[in-house]
């Protein structure tokens, strides 16, 4: 068995400071329907204007399905440190960043028509991104999460579990599925690259597969080592340039067979990448052909020593 090991150098930083963190839901074939949505954002200068935008973006797009499909009550939180002068100032729950706060809305996003408007102006020192989005969604059946996937910090048991790191702490996915299927992880930037970290770049089929009810403690050369698994194992560490940073991780799984999104290989020390907007177009085909296909987006952040 080889065992790879890549640790990366300024990589993992400043990814879409969104805080949508919606479980993989269950869902019946529907027909997709056209929403539209729209929000405006107060900003007082603690993210940039592409950051803002960002966040707009996802508060429009929960709002339009909102409208459309409803909410149901969810107890899950999110807690997000900010560092400003490199100590820890205070803490904001997901009710406090999503203006749908303890809810999760019954409808899934598949695809955004066209480009979403954008209006950005400043008024009483304060960032003001009005935006406007129309795109294709479809309702939710069932609210039952189909896999629990735990990222944890720095070691493979589940009371490492966080959503904070330190530069140069390493990470890992605890995956368990009732099911079983296929498995793909993606990690997005800021300049809107994709890393496709699993499968990873050594995998010539693109597929990996998960058996229901087993363990998997991913990106881990112990647990592979311990648990016989043949292949290659990748290993990661985040890093930051600034005080506070944040990364986009992207889980996605099905019981039917999917391969991964076409990427490319630009340096021996990086993950094979695509765009962001090719993995959107990518993970968008994937939810028309298949219901069952389940994204879950977790935000991570990243701060210095």
């Excluded at 405006?40 to 603690?46: A, E, F, I, Q, W």
């Excluded at 929960?62 to 409208?67: D, T």
């Amino acid at each position: 068995m080889k065992i790879y090991r890549s640790v990366w150098a300024g990589l993992l930083r400043g990814v879409l400071p969104t805080v949508v963190m919606l479980a993989c839901q269950s869902v019946a074939a529907q027909k997709a329907v056209t929403v539209e949505g729209e929000y405006v954002l107060r900003s007082d200068g603690t993210v940039t204007v592409a950051q803002a935008k960002s966040i707009a973006l996802e508060r429009a797009k929960i709002e339009a399905l909102a409208a459309e499909f409803g909410t149901i009550v969810s107890q899950t939180n999110l807690t997000v440190v900010r560092n400003e002068t490199g100590t820890e100032t205070g803490s904001v729950s997901q009710s406090e960043l999503l203006s749908l706060g303890g809810s999760e809305v019954m409808g899934e996003w598949i695809e955004t028509i066209g480009e979403p408007e954008y209006k950005i102006h400043f008024e009483d020192d304060m960032l003001i991104i009005e935006v406007k989005v129309r795109g294709r969604a479809r309702r939710l059946e069932a609210a039952k999460a189909d896999f629990v996937a735990r990222l944890l910090r720095n070691c493979t048991d589940d009371g490492c579990e966080s959503s904070e790191f330190v530069d140069g702490n390493s990470f890992y996915l605890h995956f368990i599925t009732p099911v079983s299927g296929y498995l793909s992880v993606y990690l997005v930037d800021e300049n809107l690259n994709a890393y496709c970290l699993l499968p990873d770049r050594y995998d010539e089929d693109g597929v990996f597969h998960v058996k229901a009810g087993r363990d998997y403690v991913l990106f881990s050369e112990e647990y592979a080592r311990k648990n016989g698994m043949s292949g290659t194992v990748e290993e990661y560490v985040f890093t930051a340039e600034g005080e506070l940073e944040h990364n986009a991780l992207y889980v996605l799984f099905s019981p039917n067979k999917f391969v991964k999104a076409v990427d490319r290989e630009t340096s021996e020390r990086l993950p094979r990448e695509l765009s962001y907007r090719e993995l959107q177009g990518w993970m968008a085909d994937r939810r028309k052909h298949d219901p069952e296909f389940c994204v879950e987006k977790k935000l991570v952040t990243i701060r210095k020593m």
